[in-house]
């Protein structure tokens, strides 16, 4: 181990000494020039590194690329070798890799963030997270750090010219994110902790509502409410939802029903919900097959091709909603729901299943 501690550093002295040597003979090019033409040692360091990187030698672009920086502060390449350092790590992988270009991306913001690049240095944080994405019931760190990038992406950067394309990455972001919530909220519900339940579907379908099956989350709050006699009190206010912001799912002519049971007014379909529904249904997608769908089962990462392809993302930061502002409004209050294994409180300790499909209408 130490003989290989010392190859490496050997190897790391070597390569900084040719970088060195490399910007000296470019600083005596430059002092040498005196008949009007003039070389450009920053440059030729610039192009150097590039050259490196671009065939897979990118531990030796990214230190040229530091000489670069270091021994030329006030040259024009400063913000391209910065970028190019981040751009490397990023190319590299590996969850090493991803996370020290995270670090690079950020400083970039941070020294340049006047520049056009600076909403790509955005983006690419956020993808760096989105590719360490991991399923929907397993840990979210990865996707909120991503939907975090995303959104401040868009907030800062939102008529920029990768706008629509971080756009698409946020709503695939919050699928996932929503998805994870579904599955916890299922597995409460099924086992009859209600109080965790609600607390789960509510901020999801709040928060969440380009969720694909958000139209499924509404009628299991409409469930939720009937289970506890809460039927015209609490469960028709998810079904309206579903006939208004949701006019096309196949759960609407059920919640019809439901309204009419219960002798409440069915809504008009909102247009803008409509037309974004309908022009979901006319935007292609791929569907991943038999095949796609077991060899998804070995991807580490979730698949999202269910995510929404059109409306507007949410926006905004989660916000720490205690759980009494979550469960207000429950026939009984908050004891009234207390079933199963106990509270909601007491209830998140249970760790969740995979996901299990709503009840059917």
């Known amino acids: 181990m130490k003989k290989q501690n010392r190859v490496r550093l050997l190897r790391l002295a070597g390569l900084l000494a040719a970088s060195l040597a490399l910007a000296s003979c470019g600083r005596r090019a430059t002092a040498a020039a005196g008949d009007g033409s003039r070389a450009e040692p920053d440059k030729l360091l610039y192009d150097t590194a590039m050259a490196n990187i671009k065939d897979g030698k990118h531990e030796v672009g990214r230190l040229t690329l530091q000489t670069l920086m270091n021994t030329y502060p006030e040259s024009e390449y400063l913000a391209k070798a910065k970028l190019a350092i981040g751009d490397s790590y990023y190319q590299e992988g590996g969850a090493s890799g991803l996370l020290q270009s995270v670090a690079e991306y950020q400083d970039f913001i941070t020294f340049f963030p006047f520049l056009d690049e600076a909403a790509y240095a955005q983006m690419q944080i956020g993808m760096a997270h989105y590719r360490r994405m991991e399923k929907p019931d397993r840990d979210s760190t990865e996707a909120k750090a991503a939907e975090n990038a995303f959104q401040g992406l868009l907030q800062k950067y939102p008529d920029g010219p990768i706008a629509a394309d971080g756009q698409q990455r946020l709503r695939e972001v919050q699928e996932v994110l929503a998805e994870g919530e579904m599955r916890t909220a299922l597995f409460y519900y099924i086992r009859g902790v209600d109080r965790a339940a609600l607390a789960r579907l509510q901020r999801l379908v709040n928060r969440y509502p380009l969720y694909s099956q958000a139209d499924r989350t509404l009628w299991t709050l409409g469930a939720l409410y009937e289970r506890h006699g809460g039927g015209e009190e609490g469960a028709t206010q998810y079904y309206s939802r579903i006939v208004k912001d949701y006019p096309l799912s196949p759960l609407a002519a059920a919640a019809k029903e439901k309204l009419a049971k219960y002798g409440v007014p069915v809504p008009e379909p909102d247009p803008d919900a409509l037309a974004r529904m309908q022009q979901e249904e006319q935007t292609p997608r791929?569907?991943?097959?038999?095949?796609?769908?077991?060899?998804?089962?070995?991807?580490?990462?979730?698949?999202?091709?269910?995510?929404?392809?059109?409306?507007?993302?949410?926006?905004?930061?989660?916000?720490?909603?205690?759980?009494?502002?979550?469960?207000?409004?429950?026939?009984?209050?908050?004891?009234?729901?207390?079933?199963?294994?106990?509270?909601?409180?007491?209830?998140?300790?249970?760790?969740?299943?995979p996901a299990q499909r709503p009840p059917a209408p």
């Open 286 to 353: 791929r569907r991943p097959g038999l095949l796609g769908r077991s060899l998804g089962m070995l991807k580490a990462g979730p698949d999202v091709s269910m995510a929404a392809r059109a409306g507007t993302p949410t926006l905004t930061p989660a916000d720490d909603e205690s759980q009494d502002m979550l469960i207000r409004g429950i026939p009984g209050g908050p004891g009234g729901l207390q079933s199963g294994t106990g509270s909601g409180v007491a209830a998140e300790t249970v760790p969740p299943t």
